[in-house]
């Protein structure tokens, strides 16, 4: 098993993540260490986060860490409203849109 990036665009909303979970769970199990690209989300509701949460545990648990690059700022301003900005930096390697002071 190799590293690999997949890359999300679009509203990352209740109405995509069915097909979103099922997607990212065939390429968690094809890789060693996957990367999320979150450069192309513009939008992200209640289930979006609950869908990047899940799938961060599962990962982990399966000794797989989850990496996220390119978070957005509309990810970066739920996270923090829920009290998860210092979860989501832990997470986040570098890119353009790497994050920024959230973290305290």
């Not at 060693?32 to 545990?57: K, M, S, Y």
């Not at 399966?62 to 739920?78: E, F, I, K, R």
């Amino acid at each position: 098993m190799t590293s690999g990036t997949f890359s999300l665009s679009g509203p990352l909303s209740i109405y995509v993540v069915a097909s979103l979970h099922a997607e990212l769970t065939r390429q968690r199990d094809s890789t060693r260490r996957l990367t999320l690209d979150l450069g192309g989300v513009d939008e992200i509701d209640g289930a979006g986060w609950q869908l990047l949460l899940v799938h961060a545990c599962d990962a982990l648990q399966a000794g797989q860490p989850l990496q996220l690059t390119n978070v957005p700022a509309c990810v970066q301003d739920v996270f923090a409203t829920m009290g998860l900005a210092d979860w989501l930096a832990t997470v986040t390697v570098e890119g353009p849109q790497a994050l920024k002071g959230l973290a305290t």
